[in-house]
């Protein structure tokens, strides 16, 4: 087996749901916001926002899915048994915020229902993402099966943990940071100056609960304490989380002086630094504490005839992507909107 290609597919998936993350990541935050919003011209500006972008935005979970199926299959017979109820039960709260996002604005003018199911649907999805995140990275019990390979031998419910309901909070509380620092930057009145004060407690929030994360895996998880506290590892690996302080102290120095771009940039490149040190903590493993990319990767030439589709894919949604945003750059005022 050509040995590069599990780490450029893996590069390809990583990137992904990285992208899935930062950009689904602000508009699930519109929506665990939108309980705390005061009235329906309030609501109608914070979707505004990102009426041209959230449909686009899952295109990313899709390639990332997809990518995992075709790439390494066996990894994704091995995740999805193991993680099949918050799996489906984030598709099904994705399909209801979607849903819920064209339904409302022809609910006039009684579109309670329609807001319940948006910021339901934010809320559960992102708790799921923080669930199946948790869940991998605790581990996931396997046995190989002869003739057929590794195979999950776990429960239905292995992946509920006290570990995968703080990163279901962790996660769900980062996404409220995306979306109050979004609406910082893309509106004005009412609205910005209520996320601009959102914005502070939740960056606070959400750095409490990467720390407990951070340290909750290498004190559970021996691999991972020695990945990050072995010499030479340590002296490697140090500046990480003191950049992380770094970036948490220039966004909340943003927020504090009234800043709009900066303190979205910033929260975005938390949960990049976050990504960052959870690719350390389990490399090399794809399903840990089993199956490393190239034990779960498919036949090389699968890998090569996807690939190829992929070269061409990738540009054409990142160019797409680009051009939507900045087509629809500046604020979103009280009143505008593109429905």
């Given amino acids: 087996m050509e040995w590069y290609l599990p780490l450029a597919w893996g590069l390809i998936i990583g990137a992904a749901v990285a992208m899935y993350v930062v950009l689904d990541g602000f508009d699930l935050g519109i929506g665990i916001l939108f309980p705390f919003t005061r009235n329906e011209h309030e609501r109608d500006q914070m979707m505004n926002t990102v009426a041209p972008f959230w ?5 990313w979970l899709v390639l ?21 109820l918050p799996v489906i039960v984030m598709l099904l ?16 003018p009684n579109k309670g229902v329609w807001n319940i199911a948006f910021a339901g649907g ?30 999950f031998a776990g429960g239905a419910l292995d992946w509920l943990t006290p570990f995968s309901l703080l990163c279901g909070v962790g996660v769900t509380l980062g996404y409220a940071l995306l979306g109050a620092t979004w609406l910082n930057m893309k ?13 502070v407690p939740l960056l606070a929030a959400t750095l409490v609960a990467m720390a407990l994360v951070s340290l909750w895996t290498p004190f559970a998880i021996d691999r991972i304490w020695e990945r990050w ?30 800043r709009e771009i900066g303190p979205f940039l910033g929260s975005i490149a938390l949960f990049f630094l976050g990504f960052l040190g959870l690719a350390i903590s389990v490399w090399p493993y794809l399903v840990p504490p089993t199956l490393t990319f190239w034990d779960a990767a498919a036949a090389p030439a699968s890998q090569i005839f996807m690939a190829a589709g992929t070269i061409v894919l990738f540009p054409i949604i990142i160019g797409y992507t680009v051009f939507v945003y900045w087509l629809f750059r500046g604020k979103v005022r009280e009143g ?4």
């Fill in 93 to 108: 709260a994705l399909i209801f915020r979607g849903v819920s996002f064209e339904f409302r604005w022809v609910a006039k």
């Fill in 122 to 151: 934010s809320i559960v999805a992102a708790f799921c993402q923080g669930l199946i995140l948790g869940g991998l990275l605790q581990g996931v019990e396997t046995e190989v099966v002869p003739g057929r390979g590794a195979q």
């Fill in 229 to 258: 506290f072995s010499w030479p590892n340590i002296g490697l690996l140090w500046p990480i989380p003191l950049v992380t302080a770094a970036v948490a102290w220039g966004v909340w120095k943003g927020l504090e002086n009234g």
């Fill in 336 to 339: 505008e909107g593109y429905h």
């Fill in 187 to 199: 509106t004005d009145g009412e609205v910005a100056r209520r996320s601009r004060a959102q914005a």
């Fill in 64 to 84: 990332g899915g997809g990518g995992l199926w075709v790439a390494f299959p066996k990894a994704y017979a091995v995740i999805m048994p193991a993680l099949y």
């Fill in 55 to 59: 449909d686009g935005n899952e295109t």
